[in-house]
């Protein structure tokens, strides 16, 4: 048995929706932003994408692959690792004079009983608070310098 839960953070970036759209999509550079993560892969529908989470021998390989891909507002990955499972969504959305990045994570947690009731309540804040630092580095890295 399987429990969804889902995290989501957002951030206006004073950019063009699609500036913030390449810099979203730009898998090799994630790394630049997210933290903890490096990842590759390819653009469209039934892409697949590889993500390495951790800091040296401590971490995970996320597999995904795009479910829905629609430039310059929306791309959703399925992860389909053995550790990760559920959704990824990006949207970018016009916001005043910039974007709107939205990213949400819907995942299938795989405990249950006791071990999701006491798990799931201390990894969530941590997991929080890495995506709003996240979120935080992309707008310093996308907005333009002036």
């Not at 959704?87 to 795989?110: N, Y």
């Not at 009983?113 to 709003?132: E, N, S, Y």
């Amino acid at each position: 048995m399987t429990t969804r839960v889902e995290i989501s953070s957002r951030i206006v970036v004073p950019a063009t929706p699609e500036h913030v759209w390449q810099a979203v999509v730009d898998w090799a550079g994630q790394h630049r932003w997210m933290l903890g993560t490096r990842v590759h892969g390819g653009h469209g529908l039934g892409a697949t994408v590889v993500a390495r989470t951790g800091i040296g021998p401590l971490g995970f390989t996320d597999t995904m692959v795009v479910s829905e891909w629609d430039p310059p507002r929306r791309c959703v990955v399925r992860h389909t690792g053995r550790v990760v499972r559920g959704a990824g969504i990006f949207e970018v959305s016009p916001s005043g004079a910039g974007a709107e990045f939205r990213w949400a994570e819907q995942l299938d947690l795989p405990l249950t009983g006791a071990i999701q009731r006491l798990g799931w309540p201390v990894v969530r804040p941590l997991a929080q608070r890495g995506m709003d630092a996240s979120l935080r580095r992309f707008a310093r890295l996308v907005a333009p310098t002036r």
